[in-house]
């Protein structure tokens, strides 16, 4: 399988991946940590990471899968969201918790 089939198939069959540098419980950069608190922040403990620092084929497959040059990046039900200041206007917004299937806080 190669490196585009395997990110595919991880996006496609989970609801909610992060692709980042390190994991949840342990973000390599202030990127990835924000994400990962975005997430929490809209109720979701329920996604899956996959830690790019750990392969390098992956961190550059996902850079050409969804081409954006930048980790960490968000997919919900198959389909790029962005990184994290994307994430964090969707948040602001509200539009994240709506995709996510979260309500919206006021």
């Not at 390599?28 to 997430?39: D, H, K, P, T, Y």
């Amino acid at each position: 399988m190669s490196v585009q089939d395997t990110i595919r198939q991880t996006v496609t069959d989970n609801p909610v991946v992060l692709f980042m540098k390190g994991s949840a419980q342990f973000p390599q950069c202030g990127f990835s940590a924000r994400a990962v608190q975005i997430l929490a922040a809209c109720g979701r403990e329920d996604f899956v990471t996959v830690d790019v620092l750990a392969d390098p084929e992956i961190r550059q497959g996902i850079k050409d899968y969804s081409n954006w040059p930048t980790i960490p990046q968000l997919y919900v039900n198959g389909e790029f969201i962005g990184g994290s200041d994307i994430m964090f206007e969707m948040f602001q917004s509200g539009e994240l918790q709506t995709l996510l299937g979260q309500p919206q806080q006021q």
